[in-house]
Each structure stands twice: as structure tokens, then as C-alpha cells.
């Protein structure tokens, strides 16, 4: 083996598989559905249930502001990661 030129490029240091399994266990996935109504406007949001698609009408709840049933429709699902150990203080 020849030592290593000056022309390589110095590439950082792989880390180790034990901390990268340790990280995927300290962050949860939470999934939320973002509901707006068609009659007063509002937007809001509720955890994800299975079956919620977007611009799906839900005909089986009420709307929080008006009570208006019919008029939600799903505007949009997104997903965060929170760290389990910081939402475990809070509760």
C-alpha cells in the first residue's frame, strides 16, 4: 500500500452503528390531520386517524367553532418528531 497523498480528500470519520440505533429510539413520530371548514373558515388540527387522506369530507365529526357537520374537509396531514424523553417531562 502506498501512504495517502495530499491530493485525497479527507473524508469525516463514519460513526459508530450503536449510536445511530440509540438516536431512532430517542425520537416519536406524531402524525397530524389539519381540518378546515367549508361554512365559518377555520383551520385545525387533530392527531391522525387511519383512512384520513387529503381533501377527504368528513361527514362523522362536527366543526370546534360553528358545529356544522358536512362541511370539514381534511386540507392537510404532516408528521413531527419529538424527543420522548423532553415529552415526558411535560405531561
Not at 402524525?31 to 387533530?46: D, F, L
Not at 392527531?47 to 358545529?67: A, L, M, Q, V
Request: aromatic share 8%; hydrophobic share 25%; net charge positive.
Amino acid at each position: 500500500m502506498s501512504p495517502i497523498s495530499q491530493d485525497e480528500p479527507q473524508l469525516p470519520p463514519i460513526p459508530a452503528i450503536g449510536d445511530i440505533i440509540d438516536r431512532k429510539d430517542k425520537f416519536v413520530e406524531e402524525k397530524h390531520t389539519v381540518i378546515t371548514c367549508g361554512s365559518c373558515q377555520a383551520k385545525y388540527s387533530r392527531t391522525f386517524k387511519p383512512g384520513d387522506f387529503t381533501f377527504k369530507k368528513i361527514s362523522d365529526e362536527e366543526c370546534d367553532k360553528c358545529h356544522k357537520r358536512n362541511a370539514l374537509k381534511i386540507f392537510e396531514i404532516y408528521s413531527e418528531w419529538i424527543d420522548s424523553k423532553k415529552k415526558k417531562k411535560k405531561k
